[in-house]
T-cell receptor, first 114, second 117 residues
Framework: GEDVEQSLFLSVREGDSSVINCTYT??????LYWYKQEPGAGLQLLTY?????DMKQDQRLTVLLNKKDKHLSLRIADTQTGDSAIYFC??????????????FGTGTRLLVSP | DVKVTQSSRYLVKRTGEKVFLECVQD?????MFWYRQDPGLGLRLIYF???????EKGDIPEGYSVSREKKERFSLILESASTNQTSMYLC????????????????FGDGTRLSIL
């Protein structure tokens, strides 16, 4: 079955880079996503990568995909206190019914200190 | 911008009550989803719907049912609420997955924090 794993916590200083890692199991995943959840809010789509890509850059965000190792990472450059949140990795995976669903990791809580 | 609205941010109910959580989206999306979010477990899919009056079970449907009478509205129903259903409930919507490799990300509401006493 599908499974997505992330470390639970990451603490960095303001101005440093943050790297949040994720491993997934379903090799048929086509899209992989990063969502951000601020306190008391829902999930906000940050970025995504298609499985035939190795890297995607979007301003301060860089997504790296190692398909062989089923490893996905999100790098945030020049991390700010406003980046403090929970970050979820998700893979798009097929269901037995032919539909597709998102499988989410447990989330990584990023704490940015001044 | 896509707007997914959940009717309540916080809700407190008693064990055995029938509870309705409502979700409305304004982007004419075909797919709608209900998740629950618990610490250390991430998001788990309860039910989803790909069209009006259509529904599919997710990973944890036990104790829940859903209703989709109109395209924009998807309701989650706790038939007889129990304390282990205390959780954060998140609704999401997306366009239909029309084959690969189209990308149709899910858009989320702000969540309903439900407490069952």
């Amino acid at each position: 079955g599908e499974d997505v794993e992330q470390s639970l916590f990451l603490s960095v200083r303001e101005g440093d880079s943050s790297v949040i890692n994720c491993t997934y199991t379903d090799s048929s995943s086509t899209y992989l996503y990063w969502y951000k959840q601020e306190p008391g809010a829902g999930l906000q789509l940050l970025t995504y990568i298609f499985s035939n890509m190795d890297m995607k850059q979007d301003q301060r965000l860089t997504v790296l995909l190692n398909k062989k190792d089923k490893h996905l990472s999100l790098r945030i450059a020049d991390t700010q206190t406003g980046d403090s949140a929970i970050y979820f990795c998700a893979e798009r995976a097929p269901m037995n019914t032919g539909f597709q669903k998102l499988v989410f990791g447990t989330g990584t809580r990023l704490l940015v200190s001044p | 911008d896509v707007k997914v609205t959940q009717s309540s941010r916080y809700l407190v109910k008693r064990t055995g009550e029938k509870v309705f959580l409502e979700c409305v989206q304004d982007m004419d999306h075909e797919n709608m989803f209900w998740y629950r979010q618990d610490p250390g477990l991430g998001l788990r899919l309860i039910y989803f719907s790909y069209d009006v009056k259509m529904k599919e079970k997710g990973d944890i449907p036990e104790g829940y049912s859903v209703s989709r009478e109109k395209k924009e509205r998807f309701s989650l129903i706790l038939e007889s609420a129990s304390t282990n259903q205390t959780s954060m409930y998140l609704c999401a919507s997306s366009q239909l997955f029309r084959g690969l490799p189209n990308n149709q990300p899910q858009h989320f509401g702000d969540g309903t924090r439900l407490s069952i006493l």
